[in-house]
């Protein structure tokens, strides 16, 4: 299926590794340019160079930390108004209310909530005045789970989708789609840190984080490229009509209310 994105253009924040890197390549392999943004400029740059190997577009990379508002101007600043935003930079802790402490929950809120929300604030407007945009926020399972046990991670995921539903709920007024695409468990690096920590917590043997991955549908979790697949389509004008929605990718593990057990 042609998706129509030849000739496109993207940011894709948390574009260095994990599913933002597998959007990336999912977006520049349907012929639409990309933009990484992430804090580790030498992730950066190996992701960016095997992207243009393996495709004919343009990637290029901005080392940023998102967190900081002064960087989200700088970044709105140095590069072209996108035809897509991907947010997607963000790694809320582990942990319960006791366990995190206000100066920890701001600086991940800062990163993935409030930098989420100041791009789309960023990048809003000027969308609006050109009569056409997709913003896609990329949040997670969490916001359906009400885990007590990564309290930041459920309490700043269902504010993004609030968020998501809220602005995307009008935009297509303003020639805008804004929606969220919100993936269960994933293979990645943060998801055995996650599951980790929550070893330890429960069985005292973070080396037992593999168990909970035989609770979930089919026994695995997702892997980047079928999270970046949806994305994929999500921003392409296939999905014209889909705004102010909430599309899970978690393989049905959100119709037991992502419960690991």
Not at 38 to 66: C, F, G, M, P, Q
Not at 110 to 129: P, S, T
Request: glycine share 12%; hydrophobic share 40%.
């Amino acid at each position: 299926m042609n998706l129509g994105l030849d000739g496109k253009s993207a940011i894709v924040t948390g574009g260095s590794k994990g599913i933002g890197a597998a959007v990336a390549r999912g977006l520049a392999a349907e012929g639409c340019s990309v933009h990484l943004v992430a804090r580790n400029e030498d992730l950066l740059a190996k992701t960016a160079a095997d992207i243009k190997a393996a495709t004919d577009v343009e990637v290029t990379y901005s080392a940023l930390d998102l967190s900081d508002s002064g960087s989200i101007k700088t970044l709105t600043e140095a590069t072209p108004l996108p035809d897509i935003l991907v947010n997607n930079a963000g790694a809320i802790p582990a942990g319960d209310l006791l366990s995190i402490d206000e100066a920890r929950w701001r600086e991940a809120w800062d990163l993935k909530v409030f930098g989420y929300i100041n791009l789309c604030r960023a990048y809003y407007a000027q969308m609006k005045e050109r009569g056409y945009g997709v913003i896609i926020n990329v949040t997670g399972l969490a916001a359906d789970r009400f885990d007590a046990g990564y309290v930041a991670g459920t309490t700043g995921n269902a504010g993004l989708n609030a968020f998501s539903k809220a602005v995307g709920g009008r935009s297509l007024n303003d020639g805008l789609r804004v929606l969220a695409v919100s993936p269960g468990a994933v293979s990645t690096d943060r998801i055995e840190t996650l599951m980790r920590t929550r070893a330890e917590k429960e069985f005292g043997d973070p080396d037992r984080w593999q168990s909970y991955l035989g609770n979930l549908p089919g026994g695995r979790a997702a892997t980047a490229e079928e999270v970046a697949n949806v994305v994929t389509f999500m921003a392409s004008d296939r999905a014209s009509f889909v705004s102010g929605s909430v599309v899970n990718v978690d393989g049905g593990h959100g119709g037991n209310m992502g419960s690991f057990s």
